[in-house]
């Protein structure tokens, strides 16, 4: 199984991935160790270059980390591959913890109004609203940095982010005032729901499951959202993947078990054609409820999964337009620096044995992009399910 581990030699994590909203379209697998290379890698050009650089350029070279980053995302992009990429420390900080499903942090929306300033606008009972930061607070400094000398807004996120216990100090203009206050704010749990749950509108019965990403708490979120919407009398649901570029493996598989009966989820095909295949082990708590199942262009990876095993296990039909099409799954590795890199390690194949790069899953009720992008989707599946034509 391709759970999140820690390996003995380093505290990088590998993550199992398939995704794109957010991460660039990866399919995420993991947590590797550092420094795996070691010295086995002869980098004799490339010390000669960086020789010639400090002998000859004109300017200042850049700080030895930038270099180092180049030389990095350089060397990726001789793959030729858009799924294996670096990813810079602030960046890593922010989808690392989107997959988690939480981060620690004072609990505020962060915006810009495009002339540099950072404004706060704190979430209700939050740690930065108890603390007394009214919304639309003028942010100038987190641990005594100015803002100014940020960066990027990720730069600034990832900053106010910490493990959760960890206290950041700001200094703020709250508005309307003319001097400037500092705030000590203990970070705590703040959840990143992945899972939107409601009862179709129009309808009394159907409920709708939306899910935006696939991240370690995503399986316990759908399980409990599910249980909500039938305490408030629904008996048919809707498993909205649109708008959906994947996350982890472990949390698709997870999916799947909850509302399968039995059979296999997925086959994973890695380098020296080792397969390994994941299937129902006991049918789910959901494995019984009347179910289709929403797909459109932006279903992908892990979404695709999902999709793909409910289709070939014919427990669900599928509704909408052709998926995106990515069968690859990418591993996350937390590199010395806090930076990362995703990289291919392997591809996965359909229950039917099919691997889904750049043709997608056709679903069994064929809609119009436009029309399987739209409200109408729902609508049209809301009355199959009423029809009872919830299966192939």
């Given at each position: 199984?391709?759970?999140?581990?820690?390996?003995?030699?380093?505290?990088?994590?590998?993550?199992?991935?398939?995704?794109?909203?957010?991460?660039?379209?990866?399919?995420?697998?993991?947590?590797?160790?550092?420094g795996l290379?070691?010295?086995?890698?002869k980098?004799g050009?490339?010390?000669?270059?960086?020789?010639?650089?400090?002998?000859?350029?004109?300017e200042?070279?850049?700080?030895?980390?930038?270099?180092?980053?180049?030389?990095v995302?350089?060397?990726?992009?001789t793959?030729?591959?858009?799924?294996?990429?670096?990813?810079?420390?602030?960046?890593?900080?922010?989808?690392?913890?989107?997959l988690?499903?939480?981060?620690?942090?004072?609990?505020?929306?962060?915006?810009?109004?495009?002339?540099?300033?950072?404004?706060?606008?704190?979430?209700?009972?939050?740690?930065?609203?108890?603390?007394?930061?009214?919304?639309?607070?003028?942010?100038?400094?987190?641990?005594?940095?100015?803002?100014?000398?940020?960066?990027?807004?990720?730069?600034?996120?990832?900053?106010?982010?910490?493990p959760?216990?960890?206290?950041?100090?700001?200094?703020i203009?709250?508005?309307?005032?003319?001097?400037?206050?500092?705030?000590?704010?203990?970070?705590?749990?703040?959840?990143?729901?992945?899972?939107?749950?409601?009862?179709?509108?129009?309808?009394?019965?159907?409920?709708?499951?939306?899910?935006?990403?696939?991240?370690?708490?995503?399986p316990?979120?759908?399980?409990q959202t599910?249980g909500?919407?039938?305490?408030?009398?629904?008996?048919?649901?809707?498993?909205?993947?649109?708008?959906?570029?994947?996350?982890?493996?472990?949390?698709?598989?997870?999916?799947?078990r909850?509302?399968?009966?039995?059979?296999?989820?997925?086959?994973?095909?890695?380098?020296?054609?080792?397969?390994?295949?994941?299937?129902?082990?006991?049918?789910?708590?959901?494995?019984?409820?009347?179910?289709?199942?929403?797909?459109?262009?932006?279903?992908a990876?892990?979404?695709?999964?999902?999709?793909?095993?409910?289709?070939?296990?014919?427990?669900?039909?599928?509704?909408?337009?052709?998926t995106?099409?990515?069968?690859?799954?990418?591993?996350?590795?937390?590199?010395?620096?806090?930076?990362?890199?995703?990289?291919?390690?392997?591809?996965?194949?359909?229950?039917?044995?099919?691997?889904?790069?750049?043709?997608?899953?056709?679903?069994?009720?064929l809609?119009?992009?436009?029309?399987?992008?739209?409200?109408?989707?729902?609508?049209?599946?809301?009355?199959?399910?009423?029809?009872?034509?919830?299966?192939?």
């Open positions: 199984m391709l759970k999140s581990s820690l390996m003995s030699q380093s505290r990088a994590r590998i993550l199992a991935l398939i995704g794109i909203t957010g991460f660039g379209l990866a399919f995420w697998g993991g947590f590797l160790a550092r290379l070691g010295n086995q890698l980098l050009l490339l010390r000669e270059a960086y020789q010639l650089l400090e002998t000859h350029y004109i200042p070279l850049p700080q030895e980390p930038v270099l180092q980053r180049g030389m995302r350089g060397m990726l992009e793959l030729d591959d858009p799924y294996t990429v670096y990813t810079e420390p602030q960046q890593h900080v922010i989808q690392a913890d989107t988690s499903g939480e981060y620690g942090g004072i609990g505020a929306l962060i915006t810009t109004d495009g002339k540099g300033n950072y404004h706060l606008e704190p979430f209700p009972g939050s740690p930065a609203a108890l603390a007394g930061v009214a919304a639309g607070a003028h942010l100038l400094a987190v641990d005594g940095a100015p803002l100014n000398e940020e960066g990027s807004l990720e730069t600034v996120v990832a900053r106010l982010r910490g959760i216990g960890t206290s950041v100090r700001i200094r203009r709250l508005p309307g005032a003319d001097r400037a206050q500092e705030f000590i704010i203990e970070r705590e749990r703040i959840p990143l729901p992945s899972v939107t749950g409601y009862i179709l509108p129009g309808s009394r019965n159907v409920g709708v499951i939306a899910i935006n990403v696939f991240s370690e708490r995503t316990d979120e759908v399980a599910v909500a919407l039938v305490d408030r009398e629904a008996e048919s649901f809707i498993l909205d993947l649109r708008n959906n570029g994947g996350g982890l493996l472990d949390s698709a598989v997870g999916i799947a909850i509302f399968m009966r039995e059979g296999m989820i997925v086959a994973e095909e890695r380098r020296g054609t080792i397969l390994e295949t994941y299937h129902v082990e006991h049918p789910g708590p959901y494995a019984d409820i009347p179910l289709i199942a929403v797909v459109d262009g932006t279903t990876s892990a979404a695709e999964v999902v999709a793909a095993a409910l289709q070939a296990s014919q427990r669900s039909i599928l509704l909408g337009s052709r995106y099409g990515k069968g690859s799954i990418q591993v996350l590795v937390e590199l010395s620096d806090g930076s990362s890199m995703r990289i291919t390690s392997s591809r996965w194949l359909t229950p039917t044995g099919i691997a889904l790069d750049s043709r997608g899953l056709v679903p069994d009720v809609l119009e992009p436009d029309l399987a992008g739209s409200d109408a989707a729902l609508i049209q599946a809301a009355e199959l399910l009423r029809e009872g034509k919830v299966e192939e």
